[in-house]
Protein backbone atom coordinates (compact mmCIF):
# COMPACT_ATOMS: atom_id res chain seq x y z
CA UNK A 1 0.00 0.00 0.00
CA UNK A 2 1.32 3.42 -1.02
CA UNK A 3 2.16 5.94 1.99
CA UNK A 4 -0.19 8.82 2.25
CA UNK A 5 0.86 11.87 1.22
CA UNK A 6 0.84 15.03 3.59
CA UNK A 7 -0.54 18.48 2.55
CA UNK A 8 0.41 21.21 4.53
CA UNK A 9 -1.82 24.29 5.01
CA UNK A 10 -1.06 27.36 6.05
CA UNK A 11 -3.49 29.94 6.11
CA UNK A 12 -4.54 32.42 8.77
CA UNK A 13 -8.24 31.72 7.91
CA UNK A 14 -8.69 28.32 8.17
CA UNK A 15 -12.42 28.38 7.92
CA UNK A 16 -11.89 29.28 4.13
CA UNK A 17 -10.08 26.33 3.98
CA UNK A 18 -12.54 23.56 5.38
CA UNK A 19 -14.18 22.45 1.71
CA UNK A 20 -10.18 22.77 0.35
CA UNK A 21 -9.62 20.22 2.96
CA UNK A 22 -12.28 17.95 2.54
CA UNK A 23 -11.70 17.44 -0.54
CA UNK A 24 -8.05 16.73 -0.44
CA UNK A 25 -8.54 13.78 2.22
CA UNK A 26 -11.32 12.70 -0.32
CA UNK A 27 -8.43 12.11 -2.27
CA UNK A 28 -6.61 10.22 -0.28
CA UNK A 29 -3.69 13.50 1.25
CA UNK A 30 -3.90 13.56 4.95
CA UNK A 31 -3.71 17.28 5.55
CA UNK A 32 -2.42 19.81 8.60
CA UNK A 33 -3.48 23.34 9.10
CA UNK A 34 -0.96 26.07 10.22
CA UNK A 35 -2.47 29.53 11.15
CA UNK A 36 -0.01 31.41 10.09
CA UNK A 37 3.93 30.98 8.31
CA UNK A 38 5.39 31.07 11.39
CA UNK A 39 3.20 27.90 12.63
CA UNK A 40 3.85 26.20 9.11
CA UNK A 41 7.87 26.52 9.52
CA UNK A 42 7.38 24.61 13.03
CA UNK A 43 4.95 22.46 11.48
CA UNK A 44 7.13 21.06 9.03
CA UNK A 45 10.00 20.31 11.59
CA UNK A 46 7.04 18.44 13.24
CA UNK A 47 5.66 16.61 10.81
CA UNK A 48 7.18 17.46 6.79
CA UNK A 49 4.88 17.78 4.29
CA UNK A 50 4.79 16.28 1.08
CA UNK A 51 3.70 19.74 -0.20
CA UNK A 52 2.60 23.29 1.09
CA UNK A 53 -0.35 25.58 0.13
CA UNK A 54 0.20 28.94 1.33
CA UNK A 55 -1.81 32.23 1.73
CA UNK A 56 0.06 35.46 0.91
CA UNK A 57 -1.69 37.67 3.19
CA UNK A 58 -0.68 36.77 7.16
CA UNK A 59 0.40 37.87 10.36
CA UNK A 60 4.11 37.11 11.37
CA UNK A 61 5.52 35.79 8.78
CA UNK A 62 3.32 36.27 5.17
CA UNK A 63 3.03 34.05 2.81
CA UNK A 64 5.90 35.29 0.49
CA UNK A 65 8.68 35.18 3.33
CA UNK A 66 7.46 31.76 4.56
CA UNK A 67 7.82 30.62 0.77
CA UNK A 68 11.62 31.94 0.64
CA UNK A 69 12.50 29.86 4.25
CA UNK A 70 10.61 26.83 3.24
CA UNK A 71 12.99 26.65 -0.02
CA UNK A 72 15.76 27.36 1.94
CA UNK A 73 15.23 24.45 3.86
CA UNK A 74 13.51 21.65 1.45
CA UNK A 75 14.20 22.78 -2.19
CA UNK A 76 12.56 20.11 -3.60
CA UNK A 77 9.23 21.01 -1.58
CA UNK A 78 6.25 21.62 -3.87
CA UNK A 79 4.81 25.27 -2.86
CA UNK A 80 1.63 26.48 -4.10
CA UNK A 81 0.57 30.16 -3.63
CA UNK A 82 -3.51 30.51 -2.94
CA UNK A 83 -4.23 33.72 -2.27
CA UNK A 84 -6.49 36.58 -3.58
CA UNK A 85 -4.26 38.74 -4.65
CA UNK A 86 -4.38 39.06 -8.39
CA UNK A 87 -2.16 41.58 -9.01
CA UNK A 88 1.41 41.21 -11.77
CA UNK A 89 3.34 41.94 -9.08
CA UNK A 90 2.18 39.07 -6.54
CA UNK A 91 2.68 36.82 -9.36
CA UNK A 92 6.60 37.97 -9.60
CA UNK A 93 6.92 37.98 -5.91
CA UNK A 94 5.48 34.49 -6.03
CA UNK A 95 8.53 33.49 -8.54
CA UNK A 96 11.07 35.24 -6.63
CA UNK A 97 10.09 33.31 -3.56
CA UNK A 98 10.34 29.78 -5.42
CA UNK A 99 6.44 29.37 -4.86
CA UNK A 100 5.79 26.04 -7.61
CA UNK A 101 2.02 27.45 -8.40
CA UNK A 102 0.34 30.90 -8.09
CA UNK A 103 -3.77 29.86 -8.11
CA UNK A 104 -5.91 32.39 -7.29
CA UNK A 105 -9.08 32.32 -4.42
CA UNK A 106 -11.91 31.49 -4.54
CA UNK A 107 -10.10 28.19 -6.18
CA UNK A 108 -11.72 25.51 -7.21
CA UNK A 109 -9.97 22.19 -5.59
CA UNK A 110 -9.86 19.93 -8.91
CA UNK A 111 -7.31 22.66 -10.35
CA UNK A 112 -5.65 22.20 -6.94
CA UNK A 113 -5.49 18.38 -6.95
CA UNK A 114 -4.45 18.43 -10.41
CA UNK A 115 -1.48 20.58 -10.00
CA UNK A 116 -0.73 18.51 -6.30
CA UNK A 117 -1.04 15.12 -9.05
CA UNK A 118 1.68 17.00 -11.36
CA UNK A 119 4.15 17.32 -8.83
CA UNK A 120 3.36 14.23 -6.32
CA UNK A 121 2.34 11.79 -8.85
Same mark, same amino acid.
Given at each position: ????????????????????????????????????????? %????????? $? &? +? !??????? #???????????????????????????????????????? %????????? $? &? +? !??????? #??
Amino acid at each position: MKPQRHILLVDDHPKGLEFLEFRLQQAGYRTSIAQNGELGL %EAMQRDPAD $A &V +I !LDVTMPE #LNGFQACRELKKLYKDLPVIILTAKNEPADRFWATQCGAD %EYVTKPADP $A &V +I !LQKLTTY #LG
